[in-house]
């Protein structure tokens, strides 16, 4: 069995986000954040325990990203998502969320371990290669109607 000290300076010490959840009524409650969700989103532990983490949204996740976290979350199951997260300056960032239930058989709850990173840089390169890859068909079809004999 690991060191609960030692855990705690690991979690402490991850580059990820680590957050526990525990369902009150509707919401899911965060009950713990470590440091680099702090630095990640701007919030301190003070000003976000004891809320539900879809505040973090602004009321700007898709509707197929919240369906599918409420149907994992509903039926204790690990489910990994993208989604747009605002940091407490209101500036945007694209969060990648990993949700994992966590029984506890000595209060006999069910707890949930998110796990969140900034990925930000890939979501911007990844819509760029797309806009790039239309620019691209666009300029294709421009030389092939350009090199057509006219009739």
Do not use: H
């Amino acid at each position: 069995m690991i060191n609960p000290n030692l855990l705690q300076l690991v979690v402490n010490a991850s580059n990820d986000g680590i957050v526990i959840a525990e369902r009150e009524g509707s919401d899911n409650i965060l009950i713990y954040v470590n440091p680099a969700f702090e630095r990640m989103t701007g919030y301190t532990s003070e000003d976000i325990l004891y809320q539900d983490c879809r505040f973090l949204q602004n009321g700007q996740a898709s509707d197929a990203t919240r369906r599918a976290l409420r149907m994992a979350i509903d039926n204790g199951l690990p489910c990994r998502q993208v989604m747009l997260n605002f940091r407490k300056d209101g500036t945007p960032f694209w969060n990648e969320l990993a949700i994992a239930p966590v029984d506890n058989e000595g209060d006999g709850r069910r707890y949930f371990i998110g796990i969140q990173k900034d990925v930000t840089d890939q979501v911007v390169a990844q819509e760029r290669i797309m806009q790039l890859e239309q620019e691209l068909a666009l300029l294709r079809q421009e030389i092939v109607q350009a090199t057509k004999p006219e009739r």
